[in-house]
Nanobody, 126 residues
């Protein structure tokens, strides 16, 4: 099982990026895929998650209305479209997979994920 996140980079505030999470060694559409991020000196934070069963999507509060998660089963890839980026979105972004998206009190719980990919750095700065 391998996950490869890509698409990070430097973007100006208000700009957009699309992150990709490519899966290998398993069929992605049978599993939930989550995006998490960790900024320097901060705890890991749940960004978004898409379930395997009905494609339900979940977002962290600060991402709602700006980020969109989607999956392309034919490409075995999940995407995270990030719009209206802010400096506080600067972080290393990771994708992970598990059986379910686990949301506790509105927070996407990383403990629900079993496998993690290496992160991709997103820097939002002018």
């Amino acid at each position: 099982v391998q996950l490869q996140a890509s698409g990070g980079g430097l973007v100006q505030p208000g700009g957009s990026l699309r992150l990709s999470c490519a899966a290998s060694g398993f069929t992605l559409d049978y599993y939930a895929i989550g995006w998490f991020r960790q900024a320097p000196g901060k705890e890991r934070e749940g960004v978004s998650c898409i379930s395997s069963r009905d494609g339900s999507t979940y977002y962290g509060d600060s991402m709602k209305g700006r980020f969109t998660i989607s999956r392309d089963n034919a490409k075995n890839t999940v995407y995270l479209q990030m719009n209206s980026l802010k400096p506080e979105d600067t972080a290393v972004y990771y994708c992970a997979t598990g059986s379910y998206c686990v949301v506790v009190a509105g927070t996407i719980w990383s403990g629900g994920m079993d496998y993690w990919g290496k992160g991709t750095l997103v820097t939002v700065s002018s």
